[in-house]
């Protein structure tokens, strides 16, 4: 080997970045590989929010949640087929996960709603601006703080066993220096999911055939071979989840937080169809039930102030915007007329405080503030569930539930966690919570 370690993580989004940094707190000696030349996988483009239940920053605002809530949304988000017991972790940890983060300098003080939360949980920086961008600058300052060796265009190939089956190390190729092997007890395996690899996904999933995503390049799942061939089993592989709301002209996902903080989805004829903070599975299924399988975010002034992120959509040009709704469904080819009565009959519900019409939980404020916009949307391949299996310890289980001594595995290229569908908000939480624990069980199994 030209290296030696305790243990290699691979990939550098959230959870690789959660995972270095907690084993290298806990003695290990750690190597971070990324086979991208930058850092930050998918986890950076993460716009909505990291949930948690209970925390200092939902009490400062006089937020009533509880863990049980929260996990209780993600099973029944999941469609109950989450296992309990990473749920568990997930929820009870969350706290915690926040804390950890808030610890190292981030500001997650900006609480708000997402779909399938029967609170706000999602936190993110004061103003709202993207959670996921700030997550890893944190994670990324910290690692540096930490003089983490750091590898960027090398990727992780093939897990090295003894003949034992314990973990020894991990082939990587370097994109300049080629085959080189790292020497290591554990390998903690953080390399994303799969949503940018149509044809796997199509494969799994034949509706999504020919789907655009809203992922980053490397999320194409070799990481799922590269731990199947070490023995991994797979948990709910087969569920994908369609974001609903990817810009049609921009090519880039809108924030569900636009609709938490307000903005309403209606169909070309101008008129509302869908609870629009539902799950995103539910959501994305009705959009595709509309006139040309598109919906537009509508949304005022009001809406906008309340959102940095918006800013970043409009600075994209993909963004019309006039002073009345009958002006803007003009230039976007909606039924004006409809659209006008449709945000009358909306601001009267949340005058009234219940949307009789779709039963939409939360009614944060009308819509009658200076301009309004609309931002043409439509589903894109967002967030694979499935993937490795691992246990309450973030081990990885092979097909027959037996750990794989030295493997650990977190976040999006894991199984189990969100069952058939996950809910916005949970990723962040999900690569932090188990990242961690990973790095942690990962130092701790390498100096036994
Ligand atoms: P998570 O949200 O679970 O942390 P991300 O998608 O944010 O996942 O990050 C995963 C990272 O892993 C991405 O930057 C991706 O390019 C990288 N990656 C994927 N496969 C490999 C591999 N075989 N070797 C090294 N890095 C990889």
Redesign the pocket.
Known sequence: PSDIVNVVV?????????AAVAATDAGAKVIL????P?????????AGGMNAAWTDQQKAKDIKDSVESMYKDTMKGGRELNDPKLVDVLTSHSKGSVDWMTGMGADLNDVGRMGGASANRSHRPTGGAGV?AHV?QVLYDNALKRDIDMRMN????EVIKDDSGKVEGLL?KGKYKGYYWIKAEAVVM????FGRNNERVAKLDPKLKGFIST?????????L??AGNAGAGMTDIQYIQAHPTLSVKGGVMVTEAVRGNGAILVNKEGKRFVNEITTRDKAAAAILNQTGKVAYLIFDDSVRKSLKKIDKYIQLGVVPSAETPEKLGKIEGIDGKALTATIAQYNKLVAAGKDTDFERANLPRALNEGHYYAIEVTPGVHHTMGGVSIDDKAEVLSEDKKVIPGLYG?????GGVHGANRLGGN??S??ITF?RLAGEQAAAYSKK
């Open positions: 691979v990939g550098s989004g959230g959870a690789g970045f959660s590989i990324e086979k991208e930058v850092i930050g996988g998918n986890a950076k483009l993460a996921g890893i090398t990727r992780g190939v990587v953080a390399t994303g999911g992922n980053q390049p490397g999320a194409t799942g070799d990481g071979d590269v977190a976040g999006e290229v894991t990723a962040i999900d690569i990242g």
